[in-house]
């Protein structure tokens, strides 16, 4: 897997927001302003998975050396991953949205 490959941008399927891709030597797999996303790992990053289910933001963690992490839930078949929360970069995630998710209970 070539990390051009990976790191492309996209329209966001649950808002349409035109989402761009990272230009820090990472990714983005969710839309900055709604921090939805779509179900296409398998393990993170190999764009893998078939299901194309929407991915639900449906909490927050922080883990040592990985920082403040979006728990996803996918709508289609239910896998729950986890993706790190986009800063400095030109689009940041969206601090609104980060703080809704930051008030709910741990699912």
Known sequence: MSRKRE????????????????????YRNHCPVCLHSKHVDVVPGDRRSTCGGLMTPVGLRHRSGKGLQIVHVCSRCGQRSVNRVAEYTAQPDASDELAELSALPQR
Do not use: A, K, Q, W
């Open 7 to 26: 790191n492309t941008g996209f329209i966001c399927m649950y808002c349409g927001e035109r989402v761009l891709p990272l230009n820090n030597g990472s």
